[in-house]
Structure formats: structure tokens, C-alpha cells
């Protein structure tokens, strides 16, 4: 287990660098903090799709995992060399996509994000899933960093977007389809 924070005031940021889980120190605005800090903001958002009230247990469950995964990613990214995602986290999420995608019909247009509450929810997730997996694709151009995370990230936007228009569904909204008339 790591270590634990007992003491949130340390003063040891105040000149602009941070620690990392293996001791070193790092700038604040380094291209690894920025994708620990832009994973940490995207475990938030799917917390936020998991207070709606009313989500399917099954819903709940999957983002509970999720979360989970994030703050293990999280961890991976603060201890370079430490790995804890696997390809069966991967699966799982792919496992979830074709589950909840075989109850949506085609898509026949672009979807913009809203429908209801939590799908709104669900596409602010996604959108800053996608930019932390841009986070990690810039960090892995100038640093060491494994793979499954990378694609971890752009399974998880998948299954959000999916997700989305799932829950517009369940929560008796409708999905707000692009109008191409509007090009005219």
C-alpha cells in the first residue's frame, strides 16, 4: 500500500514543482502532471454521471469500475515504470460498448451533446476523456508510458459516447441529432 496523506498542508508545491510516487520532483505544469491532473478532472466528471439519481444499477456499477480504473491509471502515471491496467481492463470496457450498443438503433446522424441529464453528463465525460488520452499521447512522445493506458483512454470515450445514448434513452429524453438542414 502507499503511502497516506495525513498532512494536506506540506508547503512543498509553493515553488512550483511536485512529487511524484517515486520521490522525484517534477514542474507543476510538466507534461505528466497535466495528464495525471487531466485523469484525476475526468474521474471526477464520471462521478458527478454517477450522482444522477435514477441510473440503472448496472449503469452505476460500470462507472463505479471506471472510477476505480482512473484512480489506478492515476497512479500509474504518478510512479513512472508502475503498471496496474491490464488488457482485460481494456475488454471489459470493450465488453460493455457491444452490450449497450446492441440495444440502440443506427446512428444515422452526428449527436450532439444533451438528451437528458445524465447523457449530458455523460458527453462532458467523454470529451475530457478524449482530451486525457491527448494528456497521455503527450507524455508518451516524451516519456515512457505503457500502452493499455493510452488505449484504456480511447476505449472509455467509446463507451461514454455509447453510455450517452443509452442513458437519453433510459431517462426518457431523446438524442440530439446534428441538422445537416442547417448548412443550407
Known amino acids: 500500500m502507499g503511502n497516506r496523506l495525513s498532512k494536506i498542508i506540506t508547503r512543498t508545491g509553493d515553488e512550483g514543482t511536485t512529487g511524484l510516487g517515486d520521490g522525484s520532483r517534477v514542474p507543476k505544469d510538466s507534461a ?10 475526468l474521474n471526477s ?6 450522482a444522477v439519481p435514477g441510473l440503472p444499477q448496472t449503469v452505476s456499477l460500470l462507472l463505479l469500475r471506471v472510477q476505480h480504473d482512473l484512480f489506478d491509471l492515476g497512479g500509474e ?3 513512472p515504470g508502475y503498471s496496474v491496467l491490464t488488457e482485460a481492463h481494456v475488454l471489459a470496457l470493450e465488453d460493455a460498448v457491444e452490450s449497450l450498443n446492441a440495444e440502440l438503433p443506427p446512428l444515422k446522424e452526428f449527436i450532439l451533446p444533451g438528451g437528458s441529464e445524465a447523457a449530458a453528463r ?3 465525460a467523454r470529451t475530457i476523456a478524449r482530451r486525457a488520452e491527448r494528456r497521455c499521447w503527450t507524455l508518451a ?20 459516447f455509447v453510455l450517452a ?20
Open 32 to 41: 505528466r502532471i497535466e495528464a495525471i491532473g487531466t485523469v484525476d478532472e
Open 45 to 50: 466528471a464520471v462521478g458527478m454521471l454517477r
Open 77 to 79: 502515471l504518478a510512479v
Open 122 to 124: 455523460c458527453h462532458m
Open 141 to 160: 512522445h516524451a516519456q515512457s508510458t505503457r500502452g493499455v493506458a493510452l488505449i484504456y483512454l480511447n476505449r472509455l470515450s467509446d463507451a461514454l
Open 165 to 184: 445514448r443509452s442513458l437519453a434513452r433510459h431517462e426518457g429524453g431523446t438524442e440530439v441529432l446534428w441538422d445537416r438542414s442547417r448548412l443550407d
